[in-house]
Structures are given as C-alpha cells and as structure tokens.
C-alpha cells in the first residue's frame, strides 16, 4: 500500500468502519448507524458511538463518547484499543487492517435484493414506522395499558406492527414478533431513526429474547417526541420512564432518547430555557443526570431534576397511581410550570 497520511489512513478506515468496531471494539455491537461500546479502549458499555455509515452529521468512523465528551476518527480508537504511543505503530497497525480483504461498501449493496434497505438505516427505519399503525385497539396499547399508561392520546410518535422481524444477530435465523415502533426525529421533526420493543403474544410484557428493546437509524441526539418543545422540556431514558410523568403533565412536551448515553448527548431546542431531567435511580442515571445538567448550563438552560420514589417514574405509576405520582412530582417543579401544566392535569 502507497504512504498515506493520517487523514487518508482515518478517511480510508471509515470505509470499513463496521469491520474495523469488530476487530478493534469487540466488546461492542451494533445498533443502527453506529456501534455502541464503553470507550475507545474497548470498555464493555454503551456510552460511546462509532458512526458506520455517511450521515449529514460527518463521515463514516467519526466517534463521541458521551460520558466524556471526547471525539475523533478510526485512528483515535486504533490508537485507543491496542495502547500504542507512537503515530508510526499506528499508521502500520492501520495499514495492516487495509491491506486485509474487507468487503468494500458497493459490494455490500450489490449483495442486497432489488429494493431492499440497508439494514439499520434511517431509510429502513422511515419504510418500517411507515408500515405500522396507530396504537389504538392493538397489542401495543394493551402492553402500556398494563405498565399503568392508559392514556394514549397524542401518541402520534408511536406504532404497532404485528410482525416485526427479530433475530439476537446476524448470523441467526429471524422470527417475526409484534412490537412496539417508536420514531425517533431530529429537531425538525425528522424521522431518523426507530425503535422497537417486542411484545409477548398478548401483550403482557415484552417479549422474551435477550433484547426485547433496539434501535435503527440515526440516534445521537435525537428521540422520541411527546409534543412539540418550546421553553420547557422533559427528558428521560425510555418511552414508559417517560410517558409515566405524561399521565400527570399531559401538556408538557417530553422526549424519550432510548437510553442514558443517548439522554446524555440530545440536542436542545433554540428556544429552550427549562429543561427536566426524569431520573432513574441506578449509577447509569445519575452519571447521565451529571452530564445533562452541565452541558445544558453551559447552553444558559435552567435544568430541574425529577426523582422517583422508587427505581424510576413507572414504577411509581404502577406500584402507587397517578394521583400519588401527581403529589410526589407537584413539589419538584417550578412554581410557574405547576401552574402552567398541572392545572391540564386537574
């Protein structure tokens, strides 16, 4: 291979981003455009993401660690994973990687079937919220119905399919399951990305395979909306943590970001000047507290913290009702939005 600079070895990496997460990031996995691992060292976790593909975002092989702030490229984490200090070790463990056969991208799409999507795009998740229904009258419904969420207007963000596909990896045969599609849209109210929770026939709970929840598309920074953010905003890990408080606070638009890195790293609104941050009590929740607050602060937000009695808000909803829940959030928010919101709720 000819000598390449380091922005040419980084650009070229890129172009294998997801064989390169498997060799270098083994403790990771994929999810959607990005591979999800701890950090560029290859700490089992979730807080940092590899993008695998172009978005308008950046290229592919661009990285953010959302527990730290840090980011860089595929030589970063080459760098990162194997403990080398020199750039010339680098710059020959990359060129070791390229000169190994690597399918290259075009052969990936030349193997797909005529009008298929590329597996975990935004485009597939756009064709499959597309192909899902309302939630009224199906299994979806009963499934929040029995997480004690009975009120489902105004949950144009989320679907039903009866027969989403399912497989624990790649290399296993698929089984279709009913499930849950959420969207996940940018600031603009674009879809990016969606979100899955199989179901148990019935709907009596989630389905029971290793990974019942999973997202596709484009997720840093984006979520699942609850209404249309103006000056205030509420904010959790998961759609139940998050629709638990809405039972109580109909009016107030919230988000869900799916999970504590993504709720770590979402993108403010212009016109945001409050911000509520909806606590879960375990170690991934207050880091992701922490990271929220200064970040926000930082962007001139006020941020108000709301913790639940027990593990997080749906526990509560479930173990104590709404109007017990109503009476435990009443004192944590602002004077102004007690006012402004709860009197909705009355």
């Known amino acids: ?3 390449l600079d380091a922005s040419e070895l980084a650009r070229r990496l890129g172009l294998h981003a997801k064989a390169a997460c498997r060799h270098y990031l083994s403790n990771g996995h994929r999810q959607g455009n990005y591979w999800l691992v701890g950090d560029a060292r290859n700490a089992p976790g979730r807080s940092m993401f ?3 593909r172009a978005s308008p975002k950046g290229p592919p092989g661009h990285w953010t660690d959302a527990a730290t702030g840090e980011h860089g490229d595929m030589l970063d984490i080459v760098r990162e994973a194997l403990g080398l200090v020199d750039f010339k070790d680098v710059a020959d463990e990359a060129r070791r990687f390229l000169n190994q056969p690597h399918p290259e991208p075009e052969d990936a799409a030349r193997d797909r079937k005529p009008g298929a999507l590329p597996s975990g795009s935004p485009e597939a998740a756009r064709r499959l919220f597309g192909i899902s229904r309302p939630i009224r009258g199906t299994l979806a419904q009963t499934y929040l119905r029995g997480r004690g969420i009975t009120d489902i207007s105004g949950l144009s963000s989320l ?12 290399h296993s045969p698929r089984r279709a399951l009913p499930a849950l599609i959420a969207a996940v849209t940018d600031l603009d109210d674009r879809l990016t990305g969606a979100h899955r929770t199989w179901l148990a026939p019935g709907g009596s709970g989630k389905a029971e395979v290793d990974t019942p929840r999973r997202a596709m598309g484009d997720l840093l920074g984006h979520g699942i909306r609850f209404g249309a953010a103006d000056d205030v905003l509420a904010a959790g890990e998961g759609i139940e943590t998050v629709l638990s408080p809405r039972m109580v606070l109909p009016g107030m638009p919230m988000l869900a970001a799916t999970s504590a890195a993504h709720l770590a790293a979402i993108l403010f609104p212009a016109t945001l000047r409050r911000l509520y941050v909806l606590r879960d009590r375990d170690p991934a ?6 990271r929220l607050v200064e970040r926000a602060a930082s962007a001139g937000i006020e941020v108000l913290v709301l913790s639940p009695r027990l593990e997080d808000f749906n526990e ?5 009702g709404p109007e017990a829940l109503l009476e435990l959030i009443r004192p944590q928010l602002a004077p102004q939005d007690a006012c402004r919101f709860m009197a909705l709720a009355a």
Do not use: A, N, Q
Request: glycine fraction near 6%.
């Open 1 to 3: 291979m000819p000598r």
């Open 50 to 52: 590899v993008r695998l």
């Open 159 to 170: 679907r039903f399919h009866p027969r989403c596909y399912y497989r624990p990896d790649e």
């Open 285 to 290: 929740g207050d880091g992701t507290r922490d």
């Open 316 to 320: 509560d909803l479930r173990h104590h």
